[in-house]
């Protein structure tokens, strides 16, 4: 089964093909929060979990996650 996703700049469904034949990398920036946490934080975080099962079960999968911390 063929993996489409949206492609935001075109506007349309798109076949994902990986770079490199059986491996994906994906990097997810951490959350940047300028006030209070709200419902909207926790989406991306979601979204990238389930997209990082979802490419683990067909590719080998290396994530790279990055946390930005105000301090």
């Known amino acids: 089964m063929a993996l489409t996703l949206h492609n935001t ?5 798109e076949r994902f093909e990986p770079a490199e034949p059986n491996r994906v990398t994906m990097y997810v920036c951490g959350p940047t929060v300028y006030n209070f946490a709200h419902i909207g934080n926790a989406r ?3 979204v990238f979990d389930v997209l990082a ?7 080998e999968l290396f994530l790279r996650s990055k946390c930005h911390r105000r301090g």
């Open 44 to 46: 991306p975080p979601v």
């Open 53 to 59: 099962r979802l490419l683990r079960c067909t590719y």
């Open 9 to 13: 700049l075109t506007r349309k469904r």
